[in-house]
């Protein structure tokens, strides 16, 4: 058990770019979330995959960003045009089915963007 | 809606004093709920849970919480602080096992 990864750790890109994370989920959950953390704050829900299915978005995850999860193991956020608001650690968390649901988190990727 | 209360953003204890980190919690339906740890430039880890079962729920470090349906509180206490028990903590709630509804945080500082 490797944990929940996460890359790249840091992107610093200028405003306007595009961007995209990747998250390697723990190899036996099924479940797969992506949250955002900005700086004195709690992370907050951006959206969950059950396997490949997109099961539940955030009203903050607006149409510059998407997640795919195609094969319900990797998944990918992109953000289309950053915004400086984009700028936070995003965060992947992964679980299984069952009685606990515990979520574990991966390290984050610090988005910073100029 | 969930939501979480953590009442202090910031608490500073004498190494060796009692911890207590205060969490409060609305939900309409049975919560799961959570305390994570959060050193600097690093990812969340979870000290312990509460779904269902015994209130009173033990985790790594020497933590521990209750779970109080009548006060909807889930306070974290460690009753020796070390200093490696600096760190940020967080409280979540979850219904069903969904999306975690975090708080914003409370420093935890531990002067020696």
């Known amino acids: 058990d490797t944990g929940v990864s996460q890359d790249p750790r840091h992107k610093i890109t200028k405003r306007g770019q595009n961007v995209t994370f990747r998250c390697d989920p723990i190899?036996?959950?099924?479940?797969l979330y992506w949250y955002r953390q900005t700086l004195g704050q709690g992370p907050e829900f951006l959206t969950y995959f059950q396997n490949e299915a997109q099961l539940e978005k955030s009203r903050l995850l607006s149409d510059r960003f998407s997640a795919e999860r195609p094969k319900g193991s990797f998944s990918t956020l992109e953000i289309q045009r950053t915004e400086q608001g984009d700028s936070a650690m995003y965060l992947c968390a992964s679980s299984t089915t069952g009685t606990s649901y515990e979520q574990y988190f991966g390290p984050g990727t610090r988005l910073t963007v100029t | 809606a969930q939501s979480v209360t953590q009442l202090g953003s910031h608490v500073s204890v004498s190494e060796g004093a009692l911890v207590l980190l205060r969490c409060n919690y609305s939900s309409s339906v049975p919560p799961y709920l959570f305390w994570y740890v959060q050193y600097p430039n690093q990812g969340l880890q979870l000290l312990l849970k509460y779904t269902t079962g015994a209130t009173l729920v033990k985790g790594i470090n020497g933590f521990e919480a209750e779970f109080k349906k009548s006060e909807t509180s889930f306070h974290l206490t460690k009753p020796s602080a070390h200093m490696s028990d600096a760190a940020e903590y967080f409280c979540?709630?979850?219904?069903?096992?969904?999306?975690?509804?975090f708080g914003a945080g409370t420093i935890l500082r531990v002067k020696s």
């Open positions: 979540a709630v979850s219904t069903y096992g969904n999306k975690l509804v």
């Open positions: 190899s036996e959950h099924n479940r």
